[in-house]
């Protein structure tokens, strides 16, 4: 598991968050993809901003009419970012793989290990020593964190 929170340089909290997967494929969308997103939203909103000012003169409650159209325009983008991400996703299924075994083995059921899984199961199969091992790895951990 290590080695996938070092492989997408994630922290294992990140793994909590719903939307790691899209947020990973989002940041390695190729730019012929991801350069037309922004540069679409950008000229929207500039061009947006300039019919407001020259609708605002003909008649000022024009103002939110060429907003709501702004804000309507901006949300059709958003949900085809979202469906490229989608299909991006499924293109790298790996990614998806990894970091949902990842998830499962630290948040099972969607909830911290601390509260769905108990020390007993691990005494019983690895006896008194597990209890020396975790502590060893908790101390290990704890300093790589305080290095970052």
């Given at each position: 598991?290590?080695?996938?929170?070092?492989?997408?340089?994630?922290?294992?909290?990140?793994?909590?968050?719903?939307?790691?997967?899209?947020?990973?494929?989002?940041?390695?969308?190729p730019d012929s993809v991801r350069q037309p997103l922004q540069a679409l939203r950008a000229t929207l909103g500039q061009q947006y901003q300039e019919l407001q000012g020259a609708a605002s003169t003909v008649d000022p409650t024009l103002k939110k009419s060429v907003q709501s159209a702004r804000n309507s325009a901006l949300s059709e983008l958003a949900s085809l970012e979202k469906r490229i991400v989608s299909h991006l996703k499924k293109q790298n299924e790996i990614v998806v793989q990894q970091?949902?075994?990842?998830?499962?083995?630290?948040?099972?059921?969607?909830?911290?290990?601390?509260?769905?899984?108990?020390?007993?199961?691990?005494?019983?199969?690895?006896?008194?020593?597990f209890l020396d091992a975790a502590l060893e790895e908790a101390q290990a951990y704890i300093s790589r964190a305080v290095e970052r």
């Open positions: 598991m290590s080695k996938v929170l070092d492989k997408y340089a994630i922290a294992p909290d990140d793994l909590g968050h719903t939307d790691l997967e899209s947020r990973l494929v989002r940041d390695d969308m970091i949902g075994k990842a998830r499962n083995n630290l948040f099972p059921g969607g909830q911290p290990q601390e509260r769905m899984l108990t020390v007993a199961p691990y005494l019983v199969r690895y006896g008194p020593r």
